[in-house]
């Protein structure tokens, strides 16, 4: 078949509407999005960093397993920076303060969500979920040295489709990212005898967003 015959075919599926909602079994949704950055603390050294809040964007994929139930794909870019402090240490015996830093994270996550069916109104689909993936933070400039990391990486999601046709719809989200990281946060805990134990666990970088997207059904 010809580029533009493919092409035709897949906007005629797009754009004229199917018999029903629950027939949809694909969609695309390039989504917008703001993050509200954190920071992370590392007791042992002392280092902070604090990352700012951005914009976001990035795609999420849904194929339909039930009528209800998707499994999901997204794709999740933000540039924004971070803010670096740390008391003097072997290495850096004047401490170290660098503002503005430059860094790209990047979200790669699969999950599933589920859409509640509301009677009566199959155009309107709020859904929860979850994903489980890696994300990879790195230094965004052009430096042979420049570092990046990737980690293990979550999230949570809630929100709501709403379709204007059966192909063509709105997504409207809240997703909770939390990301494994190599900083350490140390605690007491004491047992119900008065016995105390020191622990040391690693921390995870928690990051809520707000996205909204165009949802193009198949």
């Known amino acids: 078949m010809k580029l533009y015959k493919l092409l035709f075919v897949l906007l005629a599926i797009t754009l004229v509407p199917s018999a029903a909602f629950a027939q949809q079994r694909f969609e695309i949704a390039p989504f917008a999005g703001w993050q509200h950055g954190n920071d992370i603390f590392d007791q042992p050294t002392g280092t902070r960093i604090d990352l700012e809040s951005g914009s976001a964007y990035g795609f999420i994929v849904d194929v339909s397993l039930t009528e209800n139930l998707q499994a ?3 794709f999740n870019y933000r540039n924004t920076t971070v803010d670096v402090t740390a008391p003097p240490q072997d290495g850096a015996p004047d401490g170290i303060e660098i503002r503005g830093a430059p860094v790209t994270a990047k979200y790669y996550q699969g999950g599933l969500i589920y859409n509640f069916p509301i009677w009566n109104k199959p ?3 709020p859904f929860i979920g979850f994903g489980l993936g890696a994300a990879s933070l790195s ?3 052009d430096r042979a040295e420049a570092q990046s990391t990737n980690n293990f990486s979550w999230n949570m999601v809630g929100g709501i489709k709403y379709f204007f046709t059966d192909n063509i719809g709105f997504r409207g989200e809240y997703r909770l990212f939390s ?4 900083f350490v946060q140390r605690g007491y805990w004491c047992d119900w005898w008065g016995w105390c134990y020191s622990f040391a666990s690693k921390q995870n970088l928690w990051q809520s967003q707000f996205n909204a997207a165009l949802v ?3």
């Open 72 to 74: 999901e794909f997204i």
């Open 179 to 182: 990301t494994h990281t190599d």
């Open 123 to 125: 155009q309107f689909k």
């Open 139 to 141: 230094e965004n400039d």
């Open 216 to 218: 193009i059904g198949f």
